[in-house]
């Protein structure tokens, strides 16, 4: 007896062209379409490869985007790491500035994606439902909340990001004693975020001021994609039968990912070292993972998962999540179906790739706030390495 | 099963069958049905095409109108029906059927039985139903479906609303927050929804399950085995993955700005997935049965194995399109909406209108087919056709 056939089906005549975008994105250099007056520019530069540094000594090749007008860092920084670092350089927008972002790609195509913004799709970055940039091309959005979200490439995703192509893009709110006025804070503190005010007599009255800011990044690294090509692994672009299966890979292993080094916000850990994260290790991020807060002062943690293992966060002490996903928790109009989340010491927050929720850590009394990070893997569910870190709270 | 009681619907995407109710007609008005309240269905062997066009052995189920399906052809039904269900074993091994979330379970049903299980439906809300035995195995090799339950009354999706989602349902097109498309009335409308059934395969499981069944034994696939070496190959949303599903009526997101939809997930793999959206923010209205009364606004979210997750995607204007955000987006991006990018190679290019935007899984290794590929995977579009105003953009169908 014969075994029937479920058909995949074929590609239907008059979307040929429309399913060979999928596989061979159009291509695209030139001014934005619609340009309107920036009030707020900055410019990217992809890709430049760096070495991550392990605490051995060894080294592992990444590709991050360059924020080519950064300053040199002051010693004892290397020279260039706000220009070069990975992640990526953190952005920092004000809240409904309109912005313009130069990008620029040399050797190779890209995209930039503004992960969590929600701008036309010319200016959203998704190759095969816009184009990729072959040179130059101007991004313009206007970000309407404030909160944590990330940028990335977003060709080969699954390769691109994974190798460094990503930073975080935080939108700033204003003061609320100005509100008028466009603001960014220092990365680290201290600064407002997007939070309900209970209080709130203005829109503009619902934030949380922070004395000292964290950021963790959650990353994980399989070592053996870092070896790969640009284009590794992609289908053929063939624009009469796009689909057809001879232009399929079939060697790749972009399914199978098997980190062996954990990062915390560019700090890293090869899977056999289980030393804790500290603040003195690195100048740059270190405080950002470990931070220092005085007793009475008002901790904001920024976390993003850019693992493909599953993060679980487990902080010894209450949390009070505010926002999810660069959306304030309970604030009116689109959020006050919603309201903040209490998470009592030793619950695990367990969150996957890009999603992103802030915390408030309120510490009253001097001590070291233990806190873990836990990568598991996303099918077996087995655990594959655990990070340590902790709050410092002084008097 | 009669010819008629099938519904090969463009709502669905899937093989559907209608098994009672009140409540089903307005989820399929531009269709013509009858129901009949008892569904006979068989488990079979069958190959499935993938993406690439690999052929790889499943167990289906079937019924006599869609043939072997994957996943198994979608069940409606509305709360409070009396539904009857008569599953045939044409495998090799014992099977059984259940509906995750609910009590119903057959015994064993061993080679060339069958059993007949008989339930009131229940509360309003999206279940999985699946084969329990030899548990992840007999799911995991395509013995899954979608039961799909529509409330009674009322204008949400559920039975039993929590407060806030009754209150955000009254909100819809009667809020400053969520304008209402001027050609339709206030209020969701039950016809859209969309229903995103997630899987996955890893083909060495499937064929150690083929060898069996071609030998006529039974199946030597080892549960455990599977639990900890399972290594997916392709990522499927109702059985297509990336450019099928991402054109499939059925399964891609369509509509004007103002006119919300519902998205009923469910994940029948073994991989988490992390589904990410473009365009809009959603609210999580309900997780496992259980209406949410604290909705959150996300953009991606986690949708474990066995999860049921339903979305509300408000299709409000993409918030952040810079300029004024009262102007009509003919005169805001006029030049966007009619250019068209030139292809490589002398393909005729694209047009950028109407708006195209994709729901992907973050966690990108399920982006890809035959371990790459990009983004041949858990991948659909999300597409506004037109203005909150009633006027469309150019080139929406």
Redesign the interface.
């Known amino acids: 007896m014969a075994i029937k056939i479920v058909p995949r089906g074929d590609v239907p005549p008059n979307q040929i062209n429309d399913y060979f975008k999928f596989s061979c994105p159009p291509e695209f250099n030139g001014p934005n379409p619609d340009p309107l007056p920036p009030t707020f520019s900055f410019s990217r530069k992809l890709l430049v490869g760096i070495d991550l540094l392990l605490p051995d000594g060894s080294k592992v090749p990444m590709w991050v985007i360059e924020d080519p007008d950064a300053p040199d860092a002051p010693h004892p920084l290397p020279k260039d790491i706000l220009r070069r670092s990975f992640p990526s350089p953190t952005l920092r927008i004000p809240l409904d500035a309109l912005v313009n972002a130069d990008v620029d790609c040399n050797g190779n195509t890209h995209t930039i994606h503004w992960h969590g913004i929600e701008p036309t799709p010319m200016n959203d970055g998704v190759g095969h439902l816009s184009f990729e940039v072959t040179g130059h091309f101007t991004y313009q959005y206007q970000p309407r909340q404030a909160g944590t979200f990330f940028y990335h490439c977003h060709k080969n995703t699954v390769l691109h990001f994974e190798m460094g192509l990503y930073g975080l893009l935080l939108i700033d709110p204003p003061d609320p004693s100005a509100p008028a006025v466009p603001v960014t804070y220092p990365t680290g503190g201290p600064g407002f975020a997007a939070g309900m005010n209970p209080n709130a007599l203005l829109p503009t009255d619902h934030v949380i001021h922070y004395d000292v800011e964290a950021l963790w990044v959650a990353d994980d690294i399989d070592s053996r994609w870092h070896t790969l090509q640009h284009n590794a692994f992609m289908q053929k672009c063939v624009p009469d039968d796009p689909d057809n299966p001879a232009n399929f890979s079939q060697d790749g292993i972009l399914n199978d990912f098997r980190p062996d080094i954990f990062v915390m916000t560019g700090i890293a850990r090869r899977v056999s070292d289980p030393s804790a994260f500290t603040a003195a290790e690195n100048p740059l991020f270190g405080p950002l993972v470990a931070p220092t807060v005085k007793a009475g002062q008002t901790l904001l943690v920024r976390t993003l998962v850019a693992a493909y293992a599953v993060a679980q966060f487990t902080l010894d002490i209450d949390v009070e999540v505010i926002a999810m996903d660069g959306h304030a928790l309970g604030v009116p109009p689109l959020q006050q179906y919603s309201r903040p989340l209490l998470v009592r010491a030793g619950t695990p927050i367990r969150l996957t790739t890009a999603r992103r929720w802030d915390l408030i850590v309120r510490p009253t009394s001097p001590r070291v706030v233990p806190v873990k990070v836990e990568f598991f893997n996303n099918i077996n569910g087995r655990l594959l390495y655990t990070a340590t870190t902790s709050i410092t709270v002084t008097k | 099963m009669k010819r008629r009681d099938f519904i090969k619907t463009g709502l669905s995407g899937l093989a559907a069958i209608a098994v009672g109710g009140v409540g089903l007609p307005q989820l399929f008005r531009s269709e013509s049905f009858a129901l009949d309240r008892t569904v006979k269905l068989s488990m079979?062997?069958?190959?499935?095409?993938?993406?690439?066009?690999?052929?790889v052995?499943?167990w289906?189920f079937s019924s006599a109108a869609t043939?072997?399906?994957?996943p198994g052809p979608v069940l409606f039904a509305t709360a409070g029906d009396l539904v009857t269900v008569n599953v045939a074993n044409h495998l090799n091994e014992p099977h059984a059927f259940q509906i995750i979330g609910t009590n119903v379970l057959t015994a064993p049903i061993y080679p060339g039985k069958s059993a007949t299980v008989s339930f009131t439906a229940p509360a309003a809300g999206s279940y999985l139903y699946t084969d329990p035995l030899n548990a992840p195995a007999n799911r995991v090799l395509g013995l899954h479906g979608a039961f799909i339950v529509s409330p009674a009354a009322g204008n949400t999706p559920y039975s039993y609303p929590t407060p806030?989602v009754q209150?955000?349902f009254n909100d819809l097109g009667a809020?400053?927050?969520f304008p209402k498309f001027a050609l339709s009335p206030a209020g969701w409308d039950p016809s859209r929804f969309r229903i995103w059934l997630q899987h996955q395969i890893d083909p060495l499981f499937n064929a150690q399950a083929q060898a069996d069944f071609l030998a006529g034994r039974a199946s030597t696939v080892s549960a455990a085995k599977m639990?900890?070496?399972?290594?997916?190959?392709y990522f499927t949303i109702n059985?297509?993955s990336?450019?099928?599903s991402?054109?499939d009526p059925g399964i891609a997101l369509s509509g004007r700005i103002g006119q919300p939809m519902l998205v009923r997930i469910l994940n029948s793999g073994?991989?988490?997935?992390?589904n990410?959206i473009?365009?809009?923010?959603v609210?999580v209205i309900a997780v496992n049965g259980a209406v949410q009364d604290?909705?959150?606004?996300?953009?991606?979210?986690?949708i474990d194995p066995l999860d049921r997750v339903d979305w509300l995607v408000?299709f409000?204007r993409?918030?952040?399109?810079?300029?004024n955000?009262y102007t009509p987006l003919r005169n805001?991006?006029?030049?966007?909406l009619g250019?068209t990018?030139?292809?490589?190679?002398?393909?005729?290019?694209?047009q950028?209108s109407p708006?195209?935007?994709?729901m992907h899984c973050?966690?990108?290794?399920s982006?890809?087919?035959?371990?790459?590929?990009?983004?041949?995977g858990t991948l659909t579009?999300f597409d506004f056709l037109g203005d909150v105003d009633g006027i469309d953009f150019p080139n929406a169908m």
């Open positions: 079979e062997g069958a190959l499935v095409e993938m993406v690439d066009r690999s052929k052995f499943h289906l043939g072997p399906s994957f806030t209150r955000l809020s400053k927050q639990r900890t070496s399972f290594l997916p190959r059985g297509k990336g450019v099928f991402a054109h073994l991989f988490t997935h992390s990410h473009h365009a809009n923010h609210y604290n909705l959150f606004f996300v953009d991606t979210f986690t408000p409000l993409p918030p952040d399109i810079a300029g955000r805001l991006i006029p030049n966007e250019l990018i030139d292809g490589p190679n002398g393909s005729p290019g694209v950028q708006l195209g935007y994709p973050h966690l990108e290794t982006q890809t087919a035959a371990g790459g590929n990009y983004p041949q579009h």
